[in-house]
């Protein structure tokens, strides 16, 4: 599968791709998303596991035996199970993030949608998600998914990426104007 998309160039682009080929053929697309939002929740809440994912010195036998036990606990799949087991197994599990990423892209792409990248400054509710995606699907002229990020730092508002744009309606950044306008 080749791609003139960065992320689908590198490593993360190939190892996503094989791996959605893998779910498409056991019809697990949606399951297999699901399962690697599961591992990137996990990765997003521990500080500890995130440094073992990144560590080149924690040896790959270590880095499968503790990811075995914690998707054992989450309840992921065996197919994402085992995917995470042959990269920390090929030394790869530092680009974890970056293969899931690709594998919803890729995914989103096969159900013909595409994916905004959203940081807020506290969770969206239902509602919330309902009104941006249908406001993006307008700009798109495709059905919007979100990759909701929280990032407190942001004080309020929103950042939203869709492709090459981005709509940076933040607080943060409104304050940062006024700052510079007030200096100047």
């Known amino acids: ?6 992320l689908m160039a590198g490593v993360a682009g190939r190892y996503a791709s094989a791996l959605f080929e893998l779910a498409t053929e056991q019809k697990q ?24 994912v990144r560590s080149p010195v924690i040896p790959a036998a270590e880095q499968t035996q503790a990811l075995t036990v914690l998707l054992g606990k989450v309840g992921t799949g065996p197919l994402v ?9 090929n030394r790869r599990l530092f ?3 970056d293969m899931i990423k690709a594998y919803r892209a890729i995914a989103a792409k096969a159900r013909g949608e595409v994916t905004a ?40 508002g929103l950042v939203v990426k869709l492709g090459s744009r981005m709509i940076d309606n933040s607080l943060k950044t409104k304050l940062g104007a006024m700052k510079v306008a007030l200096k100047g």
């Open 81 to 89: 199970t085992n995917f995470m087991k042959l990269i920390a197994s």
């Open 95 to 97: 680009a974890v993030g």
């Open 117 to 156: 990248e959203v940081a807020t400054a506290h969770p969206l509710t239902d509602a919330q998600s309902q009104a941006l995606k249908d406001m993006l699907k307008g700009e798109a002229g495709k059905d919007v998914s979100l990759a909701v990020k929280v990032d407190p730092s942001l004080l309020g």
């Open 1 to 6: 599968m080749a791609t003139n998309e960065p």
């Open 29 to 52: 697309t949606t399951e297999v998303e699901a399962d690697l939002g599961k591992v990137q929740a996990l990765i997003d809440e521990s500080a500890d596991l995130r440094r073992m």
